[in-house]
């Protein structure tokens, strides 16, 4: 499994983004998917998860704002950022985990917020 992160940048306090990874090989769609942040010097922290289903779940300090989801005919995960805060930023990580609980990473994209 190889995940490819991609749709980060800097924006402007209040402002949107969206992340997107693509992942390879075939189990995808039966695969929960995450996305972590990470800033510097602090583990990696969950920010949304959803199921193969479709179920999400969202940390605290994001419900409201963002919004996971997931198009398994592309083999994508999304991850729309709205009313974006300078905290946060960091390095978005996607994550899959599969049957046995391997957890699969992409390579992190970078989110900037400016206040």
């Known amino acids: 499994v190889q995940l490819q992160a991609s749709g980060g940048g800097l924006v402007q306090a209040g402002g949107s983004l969206r992340l997107s990874c693509a992942a390879s090989?075939?189990?995808?769609?039966?695969?929960?998917m995450a996305w972590y942040r990470q800033t510097p010097g602090k583990q990696r922290d969950l920010v949304a998860r959803?199921?193969?289903?479709?179920?999400?779940n969202y940390s605290h300090w994001v419900k409201g704002r963002f919004t996971i989801s997931r198009d398994n005919a592309k083999n994508t995960v999304y991850l729309q950022m709205n009313s974006l805060k300078p905290e946060d930023a960091g390095t978005y990580y996607c994550?899959?985990?599969?049957?046995?609980?391997?957890?699969?990473w992409g390579q992190g994209t970078q989110v900037t917020v400016s206040s």
């Open positions: 959803i199921t193969s289903g479709g179920d999400t």
């Open positions: 090989g075939s189990i995808f769609n039966i695969s929960p």
């Open positions: 994550n899959l985990r599969d049957g046995d609980w391997t957890n699969y």
